[in-house]
T-cell receptor
């Protein structure tokens, strides 16, 4: 069984640029959730994708967007980067068995915006 | 509004002592409650969840709907329990997970 993987591990961008982060789900999982974790804070929910459709969204502006592919891997895109976007971005996959299905987290991508 | 509050950023106990990590929540409805743990240099992982009522690594958590709390407890802490602990909740569709800010537990020898 392959775990959740994310790429790249680290990324440095400048204000105003765009970035794409990638996530491969754990084998057999059809749901991917994305989180932003600022230093010293818990993860904050960005959005979730289920079978290639956005299935829920947290309090993030539209410049945060995503995609899920037929193989259930996913991308997080952030446009017009701001300094406050500097954070660890986590993805988590699950099998959407129902209420309380377990999310399995990737190692994260550390984004620094200068 | 949905919110998870972990009032202690840091908690330090001696090996063998009881430990309790506090979690309070606000949610309009019946949420599912979780505890996640992150050991040093490892990824975030599920420790336990309310719905399964399991005891994992000696930890238990009881949901108190009256006090809207889901405190994590262990009667005898071990050094390997040192980690970052996050309390989290989600709604019935499990598409809106909310995490607390976390408590760093240190178990001293």
């Amino acid at each position: 069984e392959t775990g959740v993987t994310q790429s790249p591990t680290h990324l440095i961008k400048t204000r105003g640029q765009q970035v794409t982060l990638r996530c491969s789900s754990q084998s057999g999982h059809n749901t991917v959730s994305w989180y932003q974790q600022a230093l010293g804070q818990g993860p904050q929910f960005i959005f979730q994708y289920y079978r290639e459709e956005e299935n829920g969204r947290g309090n993030f502006p539209p410049r945060f967007s995503g995609l899920q592919f037929p193989n259930y891997s996913s991308e997080l895109n952030v446009n017009a980067l701001e300094l406050d976007d500097s954070a660890l971005y986590l993805c988590a996959s699950s099998s959407r068995e129902g209420w309380g299905d377990t999310q399995y987290f990737g190692p994260g991508t550390r984004l620094t915006v200068l | 509004a949905q919110r998870v509050t972990q009032p202690e950023k840091l908690l330090s106990v001696f090996k063998g002592a009881p430990v309790e990590l506090k979690c309070n929540y606000s949610y309009s409805g019946s949420p599912e409650l979780f505890w996640y743990v992150q050991y040093s240099r490892q990824r975030l992982q599920l420790l336990l969840r309310h719905i399964s009522r399991e005891s994992i690594k000696g930890f238990t958590a009881d949901l108190n709907k009256g006090e809207t709390s889901f405190h994590l407890k262990k009667p005898f802490a071990q050094e390997e329990d040192s980690a970052m602990y996050y309390c989290a909740l989600s709604g019935p569709n499990n598409n809106d997970m909310r995490f607390g800010a976390g408590t760093r537990l240190t178990v001293k020898p």
